[in-house]
């Protein structure tokens, strides 16, 4: 089955407690992307992927990094998570750009206290 | 930098009414896509039209776009308890500008 999946589903952290949301898509999709979503305010989008080892900042990219070392996986990484990152975050994937249709996975709710 | 807007916030119908949900945006656009969010769930794709394209249809989905007035028209027919969800516009640039999202409309059909 096509799918975008997110692991964990759910994580509660501390202030500045490293974490990684990892990320993995099996449609052989190009292009990757996070988001998060906020009450308020939508979806925004915090990084993305053209290909392997190509990434760029999208809206939001400030107390994140990602990295994109195969293609099927695009990790998002909190290095000193705070509390405004408390938010539910979403990957996506596509075939070719950002474009084209995006592929949600189920998200991940992370409340950094 | 939010682009689209949906309208109205929230709508409210019965099982078996159509149900009309409206996005407006800023800029020329190469596309405009529609996803449907339910409760704590990731998006999922419905519909994509092209910028040169003024109608779409997608099962019981109809999807209006209208360039000059900068705006797109999502219509659910026969609407289902099942139809109950958030429904987004996305907005799709030139290149590899992100896709914008509007804040969506939350449809609610009471059975």
């Known amino acids: 089955e096509a799918q975008v999946t997110q692991n964990p589903r759910y994580l509660i952290t501390v202030t500045g407690k490293k974490l990684t949301v990892t990320c993995s898509q099996n449609?052989?999709?190009?292009?990757m992307s996070w988001y998060r979503q906020d009450p308020g305010l939508g979806l925004r989008q915090i990084y993305y992927?053209?290909?392997?080892?190509?990434?760029d900042k999208g809206d939001v990219p400030e107390g994140y990094k990602v990295s994109r070392k195969e293609k099927r996986n695009f990790p998002l990484i909190l290095e000193s998570p705070s509390p405004n990152q408390t938010s539910l975050y979403f990957c996506?994937?596509?075939?070719?750009?950002?474009?084209?249709?995006?592929?949600f996975g189920d998200g991940t709710r992370l409340s950094i206290l | 930098s939010q682009q689209g807007e949906e309208d109205p916030q929230a709508l409210s119908i019965q099982e078996g009414e159509n149900a009309t949900m409206n996005c407006s945006y800023k800029?020329?656009?190469?596309?405009l896509q529609w996803y449907r969010q339910n409760s704590g769930r990731g998006l999922v794709h419905l519909i994509l039209?092209?910028?040169?394209?003024r109608e779409k249809h997608s099962g019981r989905l109809r999807v209006t776009l209208d360039t000059s007035k900068k705006s797109s028209s999502l219509l659910i027919t026969a609407s289902r308890a099942a139809d109950t969800a958030s429904y987004f516009c996305a907005t799709g640039l030139s290149g590899n500008t992100p896709l914008v999202f509007g804040k969506g409309t939350r449809l609610s059909v009471i059975a």
């Open positions: 992927s053209m290909n392997v080892e190509v990434t």
């Open positions: 449609m052989n999709h190009e292009y």
């Open positions: 996506a994937s596509s075939l070719g750009t950002s474009n084209q249709p995006q592929h």
């Open positions: 800029t020329s656009i190469n596309n």
């Open positions: 039209i092209r910028s040169n394209e």
